[in-house]
């Protein structure tokens, strides 16, 4: 009830305000309106100007990981190309070992019977350090498989980098990884 005497004293008012006023008040509502759209506008061109800058600051914060993790990953290459040279160092005193073993049989074979003795004592100190040198290259493959396995999974984390780049930092992420492959089909050629 109090409703319908609200809409009746509503339309009563309006009928007792003149054409002034009624000017007056659609002016207010059309400036109302005008006002309401325009910082409706504004709040959303502010909106997507801080998740563009947030993006831009998303993309340098992640180029710069990703440069990191790509020098990482190239040190760690370096140490496992220098730990294969001293593999290969190892499987050389290890060869050379076993020639000079095969070279003091032969002598120990043709040899008296009083130089056999000094003979059998070299063959014993080489073969400890056979011996040695075969423990220490187990101990070397298996650091070289477990820098084998860092250096993988370094550059699965650099390529994780360069694809979140691409997929989440917008056109200047898409931009980069474009120029990055360019780089790299330039380089192959």
Known sequence: MYLVIGAIAAIGIVSWLS??????CANYQASSNRLFKETHLRRQQIAEKRAYYASEKEFYTHVDLHFSSMQTAS??????????????????????????IGELKKQRDAASSTKKQ???????QIRQQFNETKEQLILLAEAKEDLLIEVRQLNLATREYKLYIKDNC????????????????LRSA
């Open 19 to 24: 054409s002034e006023e009624k000017n007056t």
């Open 75 to 100: 040190a760690m290459y370096e140490q496992y190309e220098n730990h294969k040279k001293i593999v290969a160092m190892f499987k050389n005193k290890q060869q050379s070992f076993g020639n000079c």
């Open 118 to 124: 000094a003979i059998r004592d070299q063959l014993k």
């Open 170 to 185: 917008g056109r200047k992420g898409r931009d980069w990884y474009e120029r990055g492959l360019e780089r790299a089909r």
